[in-house]
């Protein structure tokens, strides 16, 4: 349960807005619950509705909402690559394509051991410094800038040796 | 520019340490207001000044500050960083690099606004950054410059850090007041405006990193300064953000009313492997795109001129298009971000966005008619002054005038003429 784990933070999250607004620290919690499970399940979904005495819908809403929200595990480091108009106009998409290839996977989809998913989004501010990714991850987003096939494949080797989570 | 104004940090490396920022003035500004100014009187310089709003609708700040209802309070402050615009990546570099002169902004703008909270609502990417600015705003605790009784003065000021979890359309005011409370990221209905009902219904003002960071030289060194400063009527330094098909992208700080020639050759160092110009997105993906004439290239950048020739300044986020670059492949890229980042709440942006999507996969892939464009145009012109908010607006700006301005790339695909 995260409001026995992360009793402290949780008063530090809800310490931020009006005692009477607390429904604005829906987000800051639904990250909470997805550092602690990898996703939002539905019982995160619960438990944060009845810390802010919402109704489930208007948490779980949210998630299907919010790109960086997820609903299922997906693969444990999600790289996320920017194909939008800048990073396509220096050779986002065949970077993109060409990184699939080489995991052996589709966009959307996770490699075999669970670790690494690839997906394209949408513009990350990073356009001038193309192709580049984030990496979302558990604990947090990272970004990695000015990247070709093999820097990626480093970035990617040195996840895989942290492992699966979750 | 001899000197920069808001990227201090490209003259001063390590100005994102608190110490470096107080060595070089750091603080001065929100002191001086704090200490020596009534808050209408900050409202009158910003106004004076003629600082309009960065972040792309470029409203004049201070008549937007002047808005806020009287006598009504609690009052917030809110900063957009949620910066998602294709195109567009300054206020990133002011948060990494000169973030304690955007906080400075924020304190003075909240001054004047009256508001004892404000938020800092980032996208929900820049997690990392977001991290950094947490630690930034502790250490201004620490040294008394947020908190109770700011320069023993009976103001009280605190900032907090709110991350979005992406979505472009919480770039919006509206809709990122929505998604702050909590809720789903939809823009509302206007009136009331954030100035009176804003965040928590109370009076709000937001406004962009990049307006904010220009508070501080505005107050120490004074409005007739900062409006001596590029045009008549688009005042002061802008960040033009340079990418696509150029030389040498990046962040460029240049007075308003800059030419586009100066900015992409001169700085950006022209189009790479010796080919020309083909046009010019000047506000990130929500352009009208202008063609890349001599024209177009000796204009200069400032909301006034860009308008003449029937674009937008917007942002300022440049996106450089070669001669190679076939326009209806870019409207698809374009619509395919709208269509992805339409929030769903009024029909003619949800339903226009994916069947605009819908024609111009059929019609990049070579597989779409002439009558197909005159469909898409059709739709676009469908949409027109019919959503809620700005984005279904933005999203037909590329589609129509590339059909309008580029009507040979449609030939190409469509093979009309027997091409």
Known sequence: MLAEKYNQEIDQILAKYPPEEKRAAVLPLLYLAQR??????????????????????????LVGFYT??????????????CTDLPCALRGAEEFAGQLCENLGIQFGETTEDGTIMVEEVKCLAGCDRAPMFQVQEPDGIHYYEDQNIESAMGVIQELRKRGKRG | MAEYILLRNRDI??????????????FAAFKQVVTEKQPQEVIEIVKVSGLR????????AGVKWSFLTPNVFPRYVVANADESEPGTFKDREILERNPFQFLEGVAICSFAAQANTAYVYCRGEFWDLAQTLEQKIAELYERGFLGENIFGSNYKLDIFVHLGAGAYICGEETALLESLEGKLGQPRLRPPFPAAEGLFAKPTV??????????????????????????????????????????????????LGTTFRE????????????????????????SAILPGTDEVLDTPMDYESVAKIGSQLGSASLIILDETINLGWLAYKTTSFFKHESCGKCTPCREGTYWMYHILSRVKEGQGSPEDVELLREVAQGMEGKCLCALGEFAIMPVLTSIERFQLDYEALTGKNGS
């Open chain 1, 36 to 61: 602690e499970y990898g996703f939002v399940s539905i019982e995160a979904i619960d438990e944060i509705a009845k810390l802010l005495e919402l109704d489930p819908t208007q948490v779980g809403g």
């Open chain 1, 68 to 81: 960086l929200l997820h609903e299922h595990p997906g693969g444990t480091y999600k790289i996320q690559i």
């Open chain 2, 13 to 26: 490396p390590a100005i994102d340490k608190l110490d470096v920022y107080l060595e070089h003035g750091g």
């Open chain 2, 53 to 60: 709003g960065r972040g792309g609708a470029g409203f004049p």
């Open chain 2, 206 to 255: 937001v406004n962009n990193v990049e307006t904010l960071t220009n508070l501080p030289p505005i107050i120490t060194r004074g409005a007739d300064w900062f409006a001596s400063i590029g045009t008549e009527r688009s005042t002061g330094p802008k960040i033009f953000c340079l990418s696509g098909r150029i030389v040498r992208p990046g962040n460029y700080e240049l007075p």
């Open chain 2, 263 to 286: 900015l992409i050759f001169e700085h950006g160092g022209g189009i790479p492997d010796g080919k020309s110009i083909k046009g010019i997105m000047p506000a990130g993906a929500s």
